[in-house]
RNA sequence: GGCAGGGUGGCUCAGUGGUACGGCGGAGGACUGCAAAUCCUUUAUUCGCGAGUUCGAUUCUCGCCCCUGCCUCCA
């Protein structure tokens, strides 16, 4: 059983072999730091969070790495709009972008690079590309990547260069010998942050970023690049010219794009101003919901954003926390270390279904894997209705929730987020409870009516009475 | 126009050359003093439309319709 990735530059799922054994590299492209993240972001945030984590399971030493663009034209314009100092404003949304994914739960990646300290790598890059004749300088000044003199560019993003150009909407900058070059190293403007270069004063272009960082962690040839299908094109398509033509051969070997998230069937995105940010909708969801969002598509489909779709994921979480609870009232352990699997070393990884790694082995098929996840868990309320030895079981349950980043909050707290007055909850409960005993049960649901108007909502169970808050 | 990916029950989302996974919702039942939760049963003669290949297609091939994305910055 191997794990099969969907290869971008083959159009088709490839069993996974990596460079070297037992190891694997992974570049990911991040975000540029202008602005907050928004739930697409998110979304490759936690897809790559789940490919990392599930390819550690596997036993792969894997080197993750994740970059911030935090030198671009848009920064510059916010920090001047803002009156602050671009390093200022990077900084801030940098510090933001991990509230945002430690709430998200994803795992911390091996390497953060930042574009601004590895200027070296990318001067040096540059030098070689017009050492060898790829990249010349314009009348401008600028340094400029020559994309006729790349054989096979347009292999990943499936475009052939004449198509391009006649379809092309590019505003054709005099300068360039071919509408279709694109900048490696752009001349200052006064009051632009700047570093001296062979090429005078200036910044970096987009593309190279990535391809220089990408080969410093990570070598030339490395395993796996990721990110939004909206980079295939011409972020990614650059990146393997720039790093193919200055290393001479090799770059990133498996493709992976996940797909977008839509709102209203509509791609969500800064340009069009229809995105939600992921600390907005975290004020009025868990950020577990969120993360049950993302799983239940597949990473390559599209993903429509919706309040209803969201109600739908919690309503998945509270069916799998009420399962949790009921193991933990009931005292059943499960076989390790009870019934707590968090950590990111997964506990009870060796202890996963075969159905589940299956799912998780083709192409990461996270929707496959909850049903496993839900089959195991009625499972689970079956022998705890019956009072058979489930531990096994359970082990499995918590184990599949530790990997998928979900449920890993304490169940009691999850059903009792809100504010209220626990003691007074608890001294009615208390109170019913001996009404019960007396069989007044008039008293009994006087006192269930008078929490349920405070959005409590009882449960009688064998081990005694539990509330949770509705909604 | 070029290229890519889609159209599966009320909603959502998997999947397969031999009549379709899971979640939410609906219906019935068990349990309960009654509920809630949980469990059981049930809820698509059918997988956009038409044709072809096949013993057999939702799954393969061709054509058509519709949707989305990329082709400019975009996760």
């Known amino acids: 059983m191997s794990l099969k990735v969907y290869n971008t530059l083959s159009r088709s799922k490839e069993v996974f072999a990596p460079l070297v054994t037992g190891r694997v590299g992974m570049y990911v492209c991040g975000v540029t730091v202008y602005d907050h993240c928004h739930v697409g972001h998110a979304r490759v945030m936690i897809v790559f969070d789940l490919i990392y984590r599930w390819l550690k399971q596997l036993g792969y030493d894997v080197n993750y790495v994740r970059n911030f663009t935090d030198v671009d034209d848009k920064i510059i314009k916010r920090a001047n709009e803002a009156g602050v100092d671009p390093k200022q404003l990077t900084d801030e949304m940098i510090e933001a972008f991990h509230r945002d994914v430690d709430a998200l739960n994803c795992l911390p990646p091996t390497h953060e690079p930042r574009a601004t300290l590895h200027m070296n790598e990318m001067i040096d890059m540059i030098g070689q590309l017009v050492e060898k004749g790829f990249a ?73 970023e990535c391809s220089a960082m990408s ?60 995105f939600f940010t992921i600390c907005e909708v975290l004020k009025k969801y868990h950020p577990e919901v969120l993360r049950m969002f993302m799983l239940g598509t597949h990473y390559r489909s599209p993903l429509d954003f919706s309040d209803q779709a969201l109600d739908v994921a919690k309503a998945s979480l509270d069916r799998l926390y009420e399962t949790k609870r009921r193991c933990e009232e009931s005292g059943v352990r499960s076989q390790e270390s009870g019934v707590k699997g968090q950590g990111e070393d997964h506990p009870h990884a060796s202890r996963l279904t075969p159905h589940f790694s299956q799912a998780m082995n083709d192409d990461f098929n996270t929707p496959e894997a909850l049903a496993e996840l839900f089959h195991v868990c009625k499972e689970v309320n079956r022998g705890l209705d019956t009072g058979e030895d489930i531990s096994e079981l359970i082990t499995q349950f918590m184990a599949m929730l530790s990997l998928l980043g979900i449920v890993q909050q304490d169940a009691a707290g999850w059903f009792h987020g809100g504010n209220v007055d626990v003691e007074w909850v608890e001294a009615l409960i208390a109170e019913r409870t001996e009404a019960k005993k007396s069989r007044d049960f008039v008293r009994a649901d006087t006192i269930r009516d008078e929490l349920a108007a405070r959005g409590i909502v009882l449960e009688d169970g064998a081990h005694g009475t539990s509330w949770k808050q509705a909604g």
């Open 136 to 208: 010349y300088v314009a009348d401008s000044g600028d340094v400029l990547y020559s994309v006729r003199k790349f054989d096979g560019y347009g292999q990943l993003s499936g475009k052939n260069i004449d198509d391009l150009e006649s379809g092309s909407r590019v505003e054709v900058d005099s300068s360039k010998h071919d509408p279709l070059d694109f900048v490696l190293w752009k001349q200052a403007k006064p009051g632009e942050p700047a570093w001296d270069s062979p090429w005078g004063s200036g910044r970096p272009g987009w593309h190279i």
């Open 215 to 274: 080969c410093a962690h990570l070598g030339e040839t490395f395993d796996i690049h990721g990110g939004g299908m909206d980079l295939k094109f011409p972020h990614h398509e650059n990146e393997i010219a720039q790093a193919r033509a200055a290393n001479g051969g090799g770059f990133a070997r498996y493709w992976l794009h996940n797909g977008f998230v839509n709102i209203n069937e509509e791609k969500m995105s800064k340009s069009l101003g229809n």
